[in-house]
């Protein structure tokens, strides 16, 4: 969403972005060139019969590199879906996988299409159609190209997807990894829905670890106790908020949504504004705060952390001057501009850059695919021994326990609630927590140990393309 004619496309923000970290690399031009370029971009027209007249969509499948395989990124269903958007997502599914070592290249496809005005079945004849024009073309193949959920798209779309994929490959043992963010109990991983979401929580927990960091911001002290504002209600901007408020202390003061934003100095209690919304489909008439008409004026309200998790270009060169916050986290996929992101360098804001802040939605995507290739519950494998070690655990602290001179004892279902522990859901969180924790640090030490680097963007640009230019000139380029 470019908001000023002044403003570079989606695309070639993305590309200014990449450029500021090559300038600072010593590649040879002509990689460079191979890493910028989107290789392809599949553009499909289709019709569907819909109220008894046929009605034609436009779609994408762009894959920007295939310096590993498959590719990897989110399907988006939007009306604001182009070729230069999808290019740009694509491009920084790229940088996104590398950086956090999913060992993927990048990609990213978009519908024309606004799912609130179709019901469940017209949904589903859509999504089929669009599916099918891209499976028959090997745009979604388990060992080619993996999309996942991305804006206006969740599980019920996975599973209609995989689904279909299924039907056009019969044989396929592995048809269940074509697609990922899958329910559950349709070949689905437990924490998938909630990743990308947990992931920014993880991604503020390492960033307030990092006390060099936290000083840069011109913050101090812990994660708890920070005033937050999110953009976006949806699968990310609900998850942070929800994680944020009710485990690290974190009070959500603000709410933007499309048609209005809610405001409360003290906090709000995201499970019932997610239920407000959810059941009037506007934030308007919410009792836990103060309803905003011009919902977008709140990114420019005092706050210490701002999580904009909904669309791009909501930071840019007419409200960039005006943000207040500290520490910008971009859940979402290219919310700043490259002019507003000159702004806020220069203003001291800190801004933990797209492609690491949402990148747990593709880590634990890749532990789906894993999951779904290997044909066994993920975890399961090593479980046993994994038990009998937390065993040797409980009995030690057993014997400790009897001890006449300590006056503690364990609690009676402590025993069962550890050796649960070694489950799908906390296997997939600790490899979540591992992975954020990692990147952080990979990023961190460029931004802190070099003085040509003085933000968390061009470090994390110059993590990821170096790891890019390493694969290509490991393959002879
Ligand atoms: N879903 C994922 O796993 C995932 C992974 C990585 C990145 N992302 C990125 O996160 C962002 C959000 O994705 P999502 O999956 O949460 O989408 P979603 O469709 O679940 O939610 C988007 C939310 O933003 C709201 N919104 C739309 N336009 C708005 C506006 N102008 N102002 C305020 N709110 C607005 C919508 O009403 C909705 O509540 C996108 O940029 C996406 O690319 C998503």
Redesign the pocket.
Known sequence: ?TQNTNEPSFRESVDMMFNRAVNLMDLKPGLVEKIRVCNATYTVRFGVRLRGDIKTFTGYRSVHSEHMEPVKG?I?FSMGVNQDEVEA?AALMTFKCALVEAPFGGSKGGLCVDPREYDEHEMELITRRFAYELIKRDLINPSQNVP?????T?EREMAWIADQYKRMHTTDINSAACVT?KPTNAGGIQGRTE??GRGVQYALRAFFRDSEGVKKAGLSGKLDGKRVIV???????YHAAKFLSEEDGAPVIGV???NGAIFNKDGIDIEALKAHITAEGSPKGFAGGEFIED??SLLETDCDILIP????G?INLRNARNIQANLIIE?????VTAGADEILRDKGTVIIP?MYA?A???TVSYFEWVKNLSHIRFGRMGRRQEESRHQLIVDELDRISQDASINWTLSPDFKDKYLRGAGELELVRSGLDDTMRIAYESMANVWHGRDDVTDLRTAAYLVSIGKVAASYQAKGL
């Open positions: 969403m989110g988006r997502l996942a959920p991305d804006m206006g969740g963010g990743a990308t953009q976006g209600l949806g699968n990310v901007g933007i949504e499309y919902g977008a998790a909904a669309l791009e909501v859940a979402a996929n290219g919310p797209d949402n747990g939605g593709v």
